[in-house]
Structures are given as C-alpha cells and as structure tokens.
C-alpha cells in the first residue's frame, strides 16, 4: 500500500504542471522534465502506438520539447498565437510503481481548448514516470493518450497535454 | 450567391494572365452538391493501399465518398471494396475499424457474408420461401474497383475511363514512389484524421501551394536550422534553394498536376542525407541511394531520390513526397468543414533507424502536433472565414500565368480547377474529353 502522502505530493506536483501550462509559462514548465526526458502523445487510432514503428502525434525528446516550446513562444506559430485559452483538469491519481528514484503515476485528464469561438476538450489519460529530486518531482516520461476517436473537432494538437 | 452557371465560377485570361476563382466556390452549398454529383460520384477515389490488407481476410472500414465502404482481401487473395450494409435492412455488417475476418456476421439478424461478399448463411431461412436466392443477396461492390501498383481506387460512376487512363501523368510520380523499394511500400501504422473548418479545395491548393512556405513556416525552418549546430549556414543556404529554388508546376492532365522542388528540399529519407537526420542516419541513407543507382541508374535514381514533390491526384488526394513520403486525403462533409486523413508511407523494408527517422520527419512538419501543419489549418481557416467578409469576391491563383512573367507558377493549382470547372459544368461523365494533355516534362501555364 503506497503512503497516502506520496499521492498528494504528486497530486500538487501535476497540478503544479497544470497551472503552469494554463498559464503559458512555458519556459518553467520545461524546468519540470529531466534531460532524458520523453514526451509522448500517440494517434487516435492507435492508442498503444510505440513511437520507433509507428506514427504518433508527439514524440519528443529534451531537445525536440525545447523546439516545441521556443515554436510556441513565437508569434508565428499560428494557431496558438494568440494563445488560446485553456483549463486542464487533472483527476483519478494512481502511482502503480515505486521505487527510491522514481513514481510511475496513471492520472486522467480533459483539457478544454477555447479558441475562436470554438471549445473542444481533450480527455484521456497520462502514463508518467516521476523522478524523485532534491527539488521534488521532475518528468521523465509524459505519455498522454487520448481517449478521442479522431481530431475531429480539434484538428491539431497544437497545445501541449 | 446562386451561381448562374459553373463557368462563372473561373475567370481564365492566359493574354492578361489572370486566374480567378469566385469565392463562392467555397462556401455554396449548391456548388457543393453539384461538386458531389459530378467530381465525387465520377471520378476515380483512392480508398487504401494493398499494405493495410496484407493478408487474406484482412479489412479496413473507409468512408468514401460519403458511402460506408470495407477494404478488404479475400479468401481468393483478392483486393476488394464491398459496401458496408447488409442485403437485409442495411445495418453495417462490419463494425471493427480494422482487422482479420473469416466472414462478416451481421449483428442485427445474423445474416452472414464471406470476405468475398456471398451471402453464406441466412438463419431460419425457410420462412422466405422458394424463390428466395442467396447467391443474389451478396453485398454489392461500387461499380469500378481497380489498383495501379498497390494503391486501390473506386469509381461510383460505372463508365469510369480504366484507372492507369485516369492517373494520366499522375502515374510518373506513383512509379517514382513506388520504386523507391523493391519490396514494396507499406503505410506506417498510426494515421491522423482530422477535421477543419474549411473548404475541401483550400485544403488541397494548399498541399499543392509552395508559395507560402517561407512565410507561413518560418517555425520550422527556424527549427530545421537550429538542429544544423556548427553548419547552420550552409544549411540555411540549402534550405533556402531548396524552397525557393528551382520549383516547377506540372499539368498532369485529368486535374491531376505537380510541383516538383527540383530539389530534395529538407533531405529526403530515401535517399539524401540532412543534418536533421543525425549523423547515424547518415550511411543507411547514402547505402539506399547507391541502390537505387544500381537498380535505375542515375537519372532515374535522381528523379525517384532527389526531388521533392507535391502531386494532386484529383479530385481529393494529395502525395507529398518530401522529407517523408505522406498521402493526404481530403474529403468534404459541408462547404466549410473537411475531414483529412493523413498516412506516412514508405519501403516496406527499411531499416528501423530509417523507419524512425521517416516517423520522426512525418511527424515533424505534416503532423497534427508537428512544426508545420497546425499553420496550414489556421491558414485555409482563416481563409474561409474571411469569405464571409464579402460574398463577390475572387481568389486571384494568377502566380506565373501572364506570358512574360517568369520563376514560380500556380500552373498546378490552374490545372486543378480548370478541370474542377470542366466537370462542374459537364451534365455527362465525360468531362475531361476536350484533350488537354500536355503530360509530364512540359510545365504548364
Ligand atoms: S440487417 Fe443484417 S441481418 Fe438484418
Ligand atoms: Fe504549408
């Protein structure tokens, strides 16, 4: 049985995570992950896609998230400039593995994006790996899986899950 | 706007070299129905290709042309396209996106289908008496079904021209792809399939339109060339020949057309090397050009490796082989709102450091979250919004069309939407016959 108290550290940590990114803080947000970091985010139609032999919408290392986010601080990355506004829910908080490095966590997830008369949600569900540092909790693997059929209502992804 | 007449749509002025289309194109719900009746319900569709019905029984569920459709193999090794609605009373009779099937079971009354399409099993059947014949009661086929090298089309329209007729100059550039492997290609699983609010022909120009690429993209040139490190000037330098460079529109005949780079824009994973590959990519993507070499020799090898290309296959399917090599599909549901398939293809036999690099660049800039297409989206959104701004206005597609002018044309882009109008304004599925062939090799106007 984990300790009961690792659950809401890791709670305050995602929601941490979730703030940030509603806020657009972008350059923060990236403090959260390690330098081995992976950030995946596979297709709607193949939820258990693994990134080396199939596509998938993200898959991204430190350097590749870093391009991400300087994308995003631009005011040429069109579709999120201006920034649309968004408000992630974070909920059903699970750690499945615990170890003295590191936390593997489920957690769900909808994350409304309104932009230009428009508001769609993203729900799905996180696959994390924590690693435990002296400052606290530190992303070394987001992976984000959407529950969606398809990009129908959304069209990209062009916020960060 | 109540149109008049479809050819009021086009204004086609090659002496004052101006190219117009009326913006109620885009936005007219009679155009859009006409659009089905006589470009969708006649021409030939791509619905999938041979890779995603690998083995006998293998099945994938399309939507073509607003009709239900299976693509499936069948027990006889046949490539097929059945309509997915049962004999009976018209329930779907296959329900899993994909997969292996034996036969398809109907789930409301239990009739039952080989993958063939006969109706095999009927339960309880006596009550239906004696003229009852299930050998009449398969589930129906469109009327043309045919493959040109491994990518199966359907046409609805029975009189449709043979498919390698229709592909016109389009086949030179499937050829190209095609023989980048000897083992064949293979759609990479993982697909997108997204919606925007936008007209189904913003969309395709926009596939086809090289012109914006500097400017609407300046993101990912930035990133391309923050990964070239110490060499970012040289490869500023390729990455801007590449995209302004030596770009050269083709009429491929049948409304198909290209725009090829004339050069292997941002690396080609088969087969030129960029730094954005990392230098590990580097031998495994020099080795597949030196077998191309051998196998084609090097003119041929340099057309197939080197030279990117955006090729409409009309009316809805768009083969970009750039970087990576992606088939878009573009498919209309009202006048301003689309749904888009996306696939990365590739040789069925490459290694999974090359296949990794092809996810990785296919992801990259024609990805729904990648460094590029997001742009595209807002971009013909944007577009069709401001349709809404006035209702007689045009959209000028004259790049390249008056006699003296010179350097990039939209002459692809024309040739799309002069057949669009032809077929537009043709009561009879012959539309095309008026010849207009000037093939591959002549750049057109
Ligand atoms: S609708 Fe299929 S068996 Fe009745
Ligand atoms: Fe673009």
């Known amino acids: 049985m984990p300790d009961p108290s690792l659950r809401s550290q890791v709670e305050d940590f995602l929601y941490q995570d979730a703030a940030l990114l509603d806020e657009w803080r972008l350059d923060d947000w990236l403090a959260l992950f390690t330098a081995d970091c992976s950030y995946v985010v596979p297709t709607t139609d193949l939820p258990e896609g693994d990134p080396t032999r199939h596509a998938v919408f993200i898959d991204d290392n430190y350097e590749r998230l870093v391009g991400r986010v300087t994308r995003l601080k631009s005011r040429h990355a069109h579709r999120e400039y201006p920034y649309s506004r968004t408000r992630r829910l974070v909920a059903n908080v699970r750690i499945t593995r615990e170890s003295p490095e590191e936390v593997d966590v489920q957690a769900s997830f909808v994350i409304y994006r309104v932009r230009s008369g428009d508001m769609a949600p993203y729900v799905g569900h996180y696959e994390l790996t924590l690693a435990r540092s002296e400052g606290g909790f530190k992303f070394r693997k987001r992976r984000a899986v959407l529950d969606m059929e398809t990009l129908q209502e959304h069209g990209a992804v062009s916020i960060i899950l | ?445």
């Not at chain 2, 959209?395 to 069309?401: H, K, L, P, T, V």
């Open chain 2, 1 to 445: 706007m109540s149109f008049v007449q479809p050819t009021d749509l086009v204004r086609d002025d090659p002496t004052a070299g101006v190219f117009r289309v009326h913006r109620s194109s885009f936005t007219s719900q009679e155009v859009l129905d006409l659009e089905m009746e006589r470009i969708f319900e006649r021409c030939w569709l791509y619905v999938g290709h041979e890779s995603e019905i690998e083995r006998r029984g293998d099945f994938v569920r399309r939507t073509i042309a607003r009709r239900p459709v299976i693509f499936l193999r069948g027990s006889d090794g046949e490539g097929r396209v059945l309509f997915n609605s049962c004999r009976h009373r018209g329930a779907a009779v296959c329900r899993a996106a994909s997969g292996n099937a034996k036969a398809f079971s109907c789930f409301y009354h239990g009739w039952t289908y080989d993958t063939t399409g006969r109706l095999i099993n009927v339960p309880d059947e006596s009550p239906y008496g004696p003229c009852f014949d299930k050998s009449e009661l398969g589930l129906t086929s469109p009327p043309r079904v045919q493959s040109y090298r491994g990518f199966y089309f359907m046409s609805l329209n029975p009189d449709a021209e043979e498919l390698p007729a229709y592909l016109a100059g389009a086949r030179e550039y499937i050829d190209r792809l095609a023989d980048q492997s000897q083992a064949g290609l293979r759609i990479v699983p993982g697909g997108y399939r997204y919606g925007t609010k936008a007209n189904w022909k913003l969309m395709m120009e926009n596939f086809s339109d090289t012109y914006h690429f500097e400017t609407l993209h300046r993101t990912y040139l930035k990133f391309l060339s923050s990964q070239a490190g110490d060499n970012r000037k040289e490869w500023d330098e390729y990455n801007r020949v590449a995209v302004f460079g030596r770009r050269k529109a083709y009429d491929l005949d049948n409304g198909h057309a290209a725009i090829e780079f004339g050069y292997p824009t941002n690396g080609r994973i088969i087969a030129v090397w960029h730094p954005a590959f990392g230098p590990a990519a580097r031998p495994g993507v020099e080795a597949a050009r030196s077998r191309l070499v051998e196998r084609f020799g090097e003119e041929r090898a340099a057309a197939i490796a080197d030279n990117s290309v955006s090729v409409i296959v009309y009316p809805n399917l768009i083969l970009l082989d750039i970087v990576a090599s992606i088939l878009m599909q573009v498919w209309p549901v009202t006048p301003g709102y689309i749904e888009v398939d996306n696939w990365a293809i590739g040789p069925r036999d490459e290694t999974p450091e090359m296949l990794a690099r092809r996810i990785e660049q296919f992801e990259l800039f024609v990805g729904s979250a990648g460094f590029g297409a997001p742009d595209d989206m807002e971009a013909v959104e944007s577009c069709q919004e401001g349709y809404a701004a006035s209702a007689g206005q045009w959209s000028d597609i004259s790049r390249g069309f008056h006699p003296q002018s010179s350097g990039d044309s939209e002459a692809n882009l024309r040739a799309m939407w002069r057949e669009w109008v032809a077929n537009l304004a043709s009561e009879t599925h012959g539309a095309h016959d008026e010849a207009r062939k000037p093939g591959v090799g002549a750049a057109a106007r």
